[in-house]
């Protein structure tokens, strides 16, 4: 890598709001807010409003979609049918 060009990097604690957890890790963001971690250092603390403990695709709390239901509903409103894409 090429000297003074990359930002450093540090640990920093990113809360989901959402789920109520945190996560340390490795980091170029940078916070004046700071939170107190286990293992009794500070940290520069960023909140997040998603991530991968409360996201829906992650959870598996996500919805499948009819795309079915509405490629038919398109076709029925536009009078398109499957045969006439042939």
Do not use: C, Q
Request: aromatic share 10%.
């Amino acid at each position: 890598m090429k000297a003074r060009i990359h930002p450093a990097s540090r640990l920093v604690v990113f809360r989901d709001r959402a789920a109520d957890t945190a996560f340390l890790t490795r980091s170029t963001a940078d916070s004046s807010r700071t939170i107190g971690w286990e293992d009794g250092n500070t940290y520069p603390l960023i909140d997040v409003e998603i991530s991968s403990a409360s996201h829906p695709f992650y959870t598996g709390r996500a919805r499948v979609l009819d795309s079915a239901g509405r490629v038919e509903r398109f076709e029925r409103r536009y009078g398109r049918t499957a045969a006439a894409r042939g």
